[in-house]
């Protein structure tokens, strides 16, 4: 599972390079893991944990605490308040805590493997299994990169003509879908932190559950945000128009400015959502970059503006980019990756909704070996036995591995290699126990190749 990442350097930053802290090699964030307590099975003591996979030179861990927004007062559980080092490795840290269970089999899970094994200049298919939650499921691809981010200079729109209404927040219902983020949505929330949150059904009454959250909603919907800064926390009604038609949707907000004990209110921010999904936001200032944060949020993507101490603008404008997509996905759940000619590792997000609108997001690792180590392979298909050459210029061990199409691995063995071509026979019906495809993976020289098979009775 992938999860959001918030108070990015001890603010309400995005991550786009601006560093509040002090020292600039010191590291600051928040990991949202709400997500995990979906799929605890039962009441009881689990293990929470954070693991640091260093590569690199040894590090030092200042501060690392779990916090529980669920009670009535936050929780918080230190388990690293001074400073330890960790090394090259992994650095292991955890939390005893006892955790309750949420409805644990009313939820879709994805339980195949991450990592999916395929050869170059052959298609690769993947069978996306489910566990939970209420069939029939809707599977999709999520694309991580769907818009293109422009900031530039324009005059503010003019808002001549246009009827305000004093508000704090409001749900619409236009006629017609509105785009985001490789989804349509039926209805959004619209806010006086000029917040726009996108949903496919009834709207949900807030619950705080964060302190970093502007808007923070009960079921997580995707948002586009048109700034976070400090002067925003906390709410006011504020003038704001909102204008629907056929192709688009306009939103202007005022700000509220008191001198002499007097109120006064001038343009904001200007917001246009169109039917082709294009989102653009113009200040009524221009501002320097450092202060602004236009950013798009979604479960599998979130999008910035680009990070320049030294450009100045007033509007930010995403466009969607239509992908290219190696990956497609069926109505059955079968994920195929067309065939490339290029060796390396291609990732793609599923995601599966059930009957119940909940819904579960799992990244995929296709990896895709491109050296010649195994010779033909055959019979292919087989019912029985199969037959294959592996070639090396000198004595060694190797490793052989059999995959399912969902990547579970079936069968290990560690050989001796003579120097030359060595036979290998396998009887598959030891381990292949239902017709389809399977890979056979060969590992040897710091090298390895996969290739497929198919079993048939």
Same mark, same amino acid.
């Given at each position: 599972?992938?999860?959001?990442?918030?108070?990015?350097?001890?603010?309400?930053?995005?991550?786009?390079?601006?560093?509040?802290?002090?020292?600039?090699?010191?590291?600051?964030?928040?990991?949202?893991?709400?997500?995990?307590?979906?799929?605890?099975?039962?009441?009881?003591?689990? !293990?929470?944990?954070?693991? #640091? @996979?260093?590569?690199?030179? /040894?590090? $030092?861990?200042?501060?690392?605490? %779990?916090?529980? *927004? &669920?009670?009535?007062?936050?929780?918080?559980?230190?388990?690293?308040?001074?400073?330890?080092?960790?090394?090259?490795?992994?650095?292991?840290?955890?939390?005893?805590?006892?955790?309750?269970?949420?409805?644990?089999?009313?939820?879709?899970?994805?339980?195949?493997?991450?990592?999916?094994?395929?050869?170059?200049?052959?298609?690769? !298919?993947?069978?996306?299994? #489910? @566990?939970?939650?209420?069939? /029939?499921? $809707?599977?999709?691809?999520?694309? %991580?990169?769907? *818009? &293109?981010?422009?900031?530039?200079?324009?005059?503010?729109?003019?808002?001549?003509?246009?009827?305000?209404?004093?508000?704090?927040?409001?749900?619409?219902?236009?006629?017609?879908?509105?785009?985001?983020?490789?989804?349509?949505?039926?209805?959004?929330?619209?806010?006086?932190?000029?917040?726009?949150?996108?949903?496919?059904?009834?709207?949900?009454?807030?619950?705080?559950?964060?302190?970093?959250?502007?808007?923070?909603?009960?079921?997580?919907?995707?948002?586009?945000? &048109?700034?976070?800064?400090?002067?925003?926390?906390?709410?006011?009604?504020?003038?704001?128009?909102?204008?629907?038609?056929?192709?688009?949707?306009?939103?202007?907000?005022?700000?509220?400015?008191?001198?002499?004990?007097?109120?006064?209110?001038?343009?904001?921010?200007?917001?246009?959502?169109?039917?082709?999904?294009?989102?653009?936001?113009?200040?009524?200032?221009?501002?320097?970059?450092?202060?602004?944060?236009?950013?798009?949020?979604?479960?599998?993507?979130?999008?910035?503006?680009?990070?320049?101490?030294?450009?100045?603008?007033?509007?930010?404008?995403?466009?969607?980019?239509?992908?290219?997509?190696?990956?497609?996905?069926?109505?059955?759940?079968?994920?195929?990756?067309?065939?490339?000619?290029?060796?390396?590792?291609?990732?793609?997000?599923?995601?599966?909704?059930?009957?119940?609108?909940?819904?579960?997001?799992?990244?995929?690792?296709?990896?895709?070996?491109?050296?010649?180590?195994?010779?033909?392979?055959?019979?292919?298909?087989?019912?029985?036995?199969?037959?294959?050459?592996?070639?090396?210029?000198?004595?060694?061990?190797?490793?052989?591995?059999?995959?399912?199409?969902?990547?579970?691995?079936?069968?290990?063995?560690?050989?001796?290699?003579?120097?030359?071509?060595?036979?290998?026979?396998?009887?598959?019906?030891?381990?292949?126990?239902?017709?389809?495809?399977?890979?056979?993976?060969?590992?040897?020289?710091?090298?390895?190749?996969?290739?497929?098979?198919?079993?048939?009775?």
């Amino acid at each position: 599972m992938d999860f959001p990442v918030f108070n990015f350097q001890g603010g309400p930053f995005c991550m786009t390079g601006v560093d509040s802290l002090a020292e600039p090699d010191v590291l600051e964030f928040g990991i949202d893991i709400t997500d995990l307590k979906k799929y605890i099975p039962e009441n009881g003591l689990y !293990e929470v944990f954070l693991n #640091i @996979e260093n590569h690199g030179v /040894p590090g $030092e861990l200042q501060y690392f605490s %779990i916090i529980d *927004y &669920s009670k009535p007062a936050p929780e918080e559980h230190q388990i690293v308040s001074s400073t330890e080092m960790f090394f090259t490795g992994d650095n292991y840290y955890f939390q005893l805590l006892n955790l309750e269970s949420r409805n644990f089999f009313d939820y879709p899970k994805v339980i195949n493997e991450t990592s999916i094994l395929g050869e170059i200049n052959n298609k690769t !298919e993947l069978n996306i299994f #489910i @566990e939970g939650g209420q069939t /029939p499921y $809707e599977y999709s691809i999520e694309y %991580i990169k769907t *818009y &293109s981010i422009q900031t530039s200079l324009k005059a503010y729109p003019s808002d001549q003509n246009v009827d305000y209404d004093t508000i704090t927040s409001i749900k619409i219902f236009p006629d017609w879908k509105v785009p985001l983020a490789n989804e349509l949505w039926d209805s959004l929330s619209i806010n006086t932190y000029g917040i726009v949150g996108f949903y496919n059904k009834e709207i949900a009454v807030p619950e705080r559950r964060y302190p970093y959250e502007l808007y923070p909603e009960a079921n997580r919907p995707t948002l586009f945000s &048109s700034y976070a800064r400090y002067q925003f926390y906390g709410s006011y009604p504020k003038p704001a128009s909102i204008q629907i038609s056929d192709t688009e949707i306009e939103i202007f907000l005022k700000y509220r400015k008191i001198i002499n004990s007097i109120k006064y209110y001038y343009p904001e921010l200007h917001i246009q959502l169109t039917k082709l999904g294009v989102i653009e936001v113009t200040y009524s200032d221009s501002i320097p970059q450092s202060d602004i944060c236009a950013q798009i949020r979604s479960d599998i993507g979130n999008y910035f503006v680009p990070y320049s101490e030294s450009e100045v603008f007033n509007t930010v404008t995403f466009t969607p980019i239509i992908p290219d997509s190696l990956f497609t996905i069926d109505s059955t759940g079968l994920l195929a990756m067309r065939a490339v000619s290029e060796p390396g590792v291609y990732e793609v997000y599923v995601k599966v909704k059930d009957a119940n609108g909940d819904e579960f997001t799992k990244r995929f690792e296709f990896n895709i070996i491109d050296e010649n180590l195994i010779g033909d392979l055959y019979p292919n298909p087989s019912s029985d036995f199969i037959n294959f050459n592996l070639q090396t210029g000198i004595e060694q061990s190797g490793i052989i591995e059999i995959f399912d199409i969902s990547g579970r691995l079936l069968y290990k063995e560690t050989t001796n290699l003579n120097a030359g071509i060595n036979t290998i026979n396998l009887n598959i019906n030891d381990f292949c126990h239902g017709d389809g495809c399977y890979f056979l993976r060969a590992s040897f020289d710091n090298k390895s190749q996969v290739k497929r098979f198919i079993f048939m009775r």
